[in-house]
């Protein structure tokens, strides 16, 4: 540690290195929860995307209904039900379920997946009904099968309309992932929390919690328009 | 009917503060996001910085952090200015600084930075010419504004709009957390008491459902409304 910084905490009351370390687990937690819910909405949502495009109401009306519901409502009640819910299951607490959903971890990963796997599905959703009919018809009249024709042309070309919304909803999920803290997890929020009713110092606890979470934001934009100019290479104007 | 074992008018009258509380953070955005907007697109250096730094700040930052910080630093900030007014003057000033207006002055806040981006974008949709127009008819700035640019800017900001009152209106689940006695909170109280979590929570998830289904409509209304001179190909 360097000594300016060494004896910057050793000067204050609050943040001592053991306020810096619980900041440290609840940056852990944020991040773990925060990335995991991510990896599986995404993996759920391109599935679920392409049966919500399907003619057939059969298979996109479940889709959609599930996506009215986790869109139309609060997360913090999701949470809330899935939460409490889950231990009220009748007879949850003899099977080998109950280990894994005693904590708070696991009900909030579940709640935070299903809900960012709701938005993501309409963004994709969106992406894909937007697809130019000539790409299509282009890859039909190669003769691309269905399955083909998905991986090559209509889910790549899709990725590159989906990834500015899908940015927003990476970021969003950043910050709603603080009402993990409601659960008694102890995320970055969650951290915080325990740092002010110890001190009883609001701005120091929250001010300090909130720079962490703006310079995580940024560094999500600044990833997020990298990608974006990856993706998007193909388009730009050539310009000498 | 379900039985909601007495807690039923507890649950009305939380619905009723939710929609208190969203109506009005949504007048304090509204307010927030025009002088925003205005500030973004004014020739003033300093007025764009501010508002750069506004909408940047409340972007970075999540939503419960802030009410948090504005819950209970709001408090220590309104003690410490209570006991400097009595210490230098001798007033005796108190005031309680309740979840309620907590919760307010956040939703309000945060929306008012998305309001602002969204009013910026429809301010620039206004074709310019009206302006000159108007100008040439010698009306006045206020005039131009509520007669000429109001209308025809209301119809490129509404979509952006009514999905910013969509989030809004999910995002007053949040005031529950620092103790406003909104629906939320009622049903988590009674959830627990009762032990039964879905019987309470999924007629509140259904209240919040029914709440945005009726936005979108009444949005698709004003909408339709707002674009009534506008020639759409088909």
Not at chain 1, 44 to 64: D, E, G, M, Q, Y
Not at chain 2, 5 to 18: C, F, I, Q, S
Not at chain 2, 93 to 113: K, M, N, R, S, Y
Request: a positive charge; aromatic letters at 14%; zero cysteines.
């Amino acid at each position: 540690m360097p000594e300016f910084l060494a004896e910057l905490l050793s000067q204050n009351d609050i943040f001592t290195a053991s306020t810096i370390m619980e900041y440290w687990g609840g940056l852990v937690t944020t991040v773990q929860l925060v990335f995991l819910s991510l990896v599986l909405g995404l993996v759920l949502a391109v599935p679920l995307a392409i049966l919500r495009t399907s003619k057939n109401p059969l298979i996109n009306a479940p889709v959609w209904f599930y996506t009215y519901i986790f869109r139309g409502t609060p997360l913090l009640i999701q949470l809330y039900i899935i939460y409490y819910g889950l231990a009220q299951i009748e007879g949850i607490q003899q099977t080998f379920w109950w280990e894994i959903f005693r904590g708070a971890f696991y009900p909030a990963l579940l709640a935070f997946t299903l809900n960012t796997a709701a938005y993501t599905t309409e963004i994709i959703r969106g992406a894909i009904v937007a697809t130019p009919s000539g790409e299509i018809e282009a890859a039909k009249a190669y003769g691309m099968s269905w399955a083909l024709r998905m991986r090559r042309i209509i889910l790549p070309s899709a990725a590159r309309r989906a990834v500015q919304a899908y940015s927003n909803e990476v970021i969003f999920m950043l910050h709603a992932s603080a009402i993990a803290s409601v659960v008694t997890l102890v995320d970055l929020t969650g951290a915080a929390r325990n740092i002010y009713s110890r001190f009883y110092a609001p701005f120091d606890a929250f001010i300090f919690v909130a720079l962490i979470y703006m310079a995580l934001t940024f560094m999500l934009v600044f990833a997020f328009r990298k990608l974006e100019n990856y993706l998007l290479q193909h388009q730009r104007p050539v310009s000498g | 009917m379900i039985d909601l074992k007495g807690y039923g008018p507890a649950l009305l009258d939380g619905a009723v503060v939710t929609i208190e509380l969203a109506l009005l953070s949504l007048a304090l955005s509204l307010a927030l996001g025009l002088i925003g907007a205005s500030a973004k697109l004014s020739k003033s250096r300093v007025a764009i910085a501010i508002a750069t730094t506004y909408t940047t700040l409340i972007r970075g930052v999540p939503d419960l952090v802030m009410m948090l910080l504005f819950y209970y630093g709001g408090q220590v900030a309104v003690n410490n200015l209570s006991d400097y007014l009595y210490d230098a003057y001798g007033v005796d000033f108190f005031f309680q600084f309740d979840p309620f207006i907590a919760g307010v002055l956040t939703i309000g806040l945060i929306f008012g930075a998305y309001m602002a981006e969204t009013f910026r974008g429809a301010f620039l949709a206004v074709d310019s010419g009206q302006i000159e127009a108007a100008r040439a008819y010698g009306f006045s700035r206020w005039r131009t504004f509520h007669r000429i640019i109001l209308p025809q800017m209301l119809r490129h900001a509404l979509p952006g709009l009514g999905n910013n009152w969509q989030v809004l209106l999910k995002t007053t689940a949040l005031v529950s957390i620092i103790g406003l006695t909104d629906m939320v909170r009622v049903a988590e109280e009674a959830a627990k008491a009762e032990r039964m979590p879905f019987h309470f929570f999924i007629p509140v998830a259904f209240v919040y459902l029914s709440l945005t289904a009726i936005s979108e409509l009444f949005i698709k209304w004003l909408t339709k409304r707002a674009n009534v001179g506008v020639v759409q190909g088909s």
